[in-house]
């Protein structure tokens, strides 16, 4: 709930730095161009993005000077959710305009993508060697017989020949897909064979945590089980050769052929993006060209304030939707830093150390890595400079509160934190980052531009200051044109629109302030729901997890039989912790005197380790599946899981559960 009076801001932009934000200009422009609000700050011009979604919408093609090769119709032919319909007519290219820096010859010697492995050295491509790489690969690609539409995959970890495939790809009109080497061959194979890649690009293995992982063999298994593939392309990352019938990524690059950009429909698609999986196959995301490169200029250029001084870093893998948004810093003329290793070595504070070698002055990661840095006392601030940084930005899961004040004291005062949340299926956000507003603890700063967030009860009636369903009541250029293989559309449809039809349910527990700042509460799917009260898991791990015995914890609601209900916490202690009465004490104190007695969980249970997705995000409902009876093969796809042992605990704890809690 919030209060009558507001809280002060932790960080609040000086007017200088207000004035210089790019949004602040873009407001300027649109008003003489476009009838925006001249004046009312950001709240004015939000409100204008969304009441005249097409003007503003046009208005960002504008400003960024989008290239359209054949002109648009009109912005939205039809606004109808799910299948709007976006500048038809209008032909471009993404690679097109994400290699649009190199044309500029003040630039062309300039780093577009500094290579960082876990030496933490630096390794400049420069925006003319990238351009030059891009135009080789995309002219093998169609020597190899790919055409627009045909998918192209690649198995590889963050490093630049990673962005080149993926811009080659789009220079061609494919259609890009990947995942990090990490997964596993069921893994990737659940996600490829639904898309049928004629093409993979694979390293031979990859080096995280001080060593190295083979993947040759994995490799072997991926060629044999995906027979729509006309070539392999080998990455020798580990030194090896490439095996028989595959191609080697310096025969297919050593071209200086100038790049050929193929100009496709604004609504062609660009990649395939892929949800967890966790209860099923993942669901394989398709977004467009014209919509990803709208969305990203918007979200890049105008939300993180980024631009040709700039250089952009975000700890992320191929296997995630970042990565994508990252690879599109390109588009703002922006450096991108491609960091390829574990997050934490040699040791945990090793995500600064890479901001201070690469100068980085938006720093990307994730929430539970401030975390992490906050547990282990690591002082950034003192032992690094980190003088560039001006926004720390965090996603994966929603900051807590100790986490803004962390950054805010260990990092520096003066910072911009950016807490945003949105997800895969936009590859965006849906709230965060805004240059121009103050900044307040635990909250995201503001809906993003265009986008019509709002916060519904059951009913469907918009709440502020109130829990409720996150829905988005207009469509965003870079909502999935379709799934692939869902030929009625009926499981996009099912996703997001069965709750409320015509408007995008995402499936979180959200707060709109009266200031219009957001909460994020957790996911909706896994709701906790006592006595007709709904709760956060968020607020939960937030309060535990301030305990230093505590390393990470999960908390599931169950509906029982009998009509009770059962809310068990799940923790998993730091070494050397034991739970004992003391600690279970000490943990249900915390929660009751930081939350309400209602959050108090019915038990507090020790747990071998915390199940997470392939992307680092704790699973909840395929444990409360487990819990309630279902089997293991039935509640959770086991390629989904970054380890499917710590299940079977879940799954034993539903076997020897009588009727009723188990007791402490």
Known sequence: MTSAASPAPLWQPDPDRIAAARITRFQSWAAERYGAPAQGGYAALH????????TFWRAVADWFDVRFSAPYERVLADPAMPGAQWFPGATLNYAEHALRTAEDPARTHDAALLH????????????????????????????????????????????????????????????????????????????????????????????????EHDRTETVA??????????????????????????????????????????????DHPLWVLYSSGTTGLPKAIVQSQGGILLEHFKQLGLHCDLGPEDRFFWYTSTGWMMWNFLVSGLLTGTTVVLYDGSPGYPDTGAQWRIAERTEATLFGTSAAYVMACRKAEVHPGRDHD??????????????????????????????????????TDVCSCFAGAVPTLPVHIGELQAACL????????????????EVGELVVTNPMPSMPIRFWNDPD??????????????????????????????????????????????????????????????????????EEPDGGYWMPLFVHLVDGACLDDGLRARIKQTIREELSPRHVPDDIIEVPGVPHTLTGKRIEVPVKRLLQGTALAKAVNPGSVDNLELLRFYEELARTRKAGPTGD
């Open 47 to 54: 409100r204008w993005s969304v009441d005249e979604l097409e």
């Open 116 to 211: 960082v492995d876990e030496t933490h050295e630096t390794t400049p491509i420069s925006w003319s060697e990238l351009r030059r790489q891009v135009g080789a690969l995309a002219a093998e690609l169609r020597a190899l017989g790919v055409r627009p539409g045909d998918r192209v995959s690649g198995y590889l970890p963050n490093i630049p020949q990673a962005v080149t495939a993926l811009l080659a790809t789009a220079a061609v009109g494919a259609v890009w897909t990947s995942c990090a080497p990490d997964f596993g061959a069921r893994s990737v194979l659940d996600r490829f064979q639904q898309v049928e890649p004629v093409i993979l690009f694979t390293v031979d293995g990859y080096r995280y945590g001080g060593k």
């Open 221 to 266: 298994e991926l060629r044999s089980e995906l027979p729509t593939l006309r070539a392999v392309i080998h990455i020798p990352l580990l030194g090896t050769e490439a095996p028989a019938g595959a191609l080697d990524w310096s025969a297919v690059t050593s071209g200086d052929t100038e790049p050929v950009f193929e100009q496709v429909p604004f």
């Open 386 to 423: 980190l003088s560039r940084i001006k926004c720390v930005a965090t996603t994966g899961s929603p900051l807590p509160p100790d986490g803004f004040r962390w950054l805010h004291d260990e990092v520096a005062e003066d910072l911009w934190i950016a807490s945003v949340s949105g997800g």
């Open 450 to 465: 265009g986008t019509d967030l709002q916060s519904w009860d059951p009913q469907g009636k918009p709440l502020i200051g």
């Open 489 to 558: 559309g009926s499981r996009y449809r099912d996703s997001y629109f069965e709750m409320f039809p015509g408007v995008w349910r995402h499936g979180d527990w959200i707060t709109i302030t009266d200031r219009g700042s957001v909460i994020i509460h957790g996911r909706s799917d896994s709701t906790l729901n006592r006595q007709g009260v709904r709760m956060g898991s968020a607020d939960i791990y937030e309060a535990v997890e301030r305990l230093p015995e505590i390393k990470e914890s999960l908390v599931i609601g169950l």
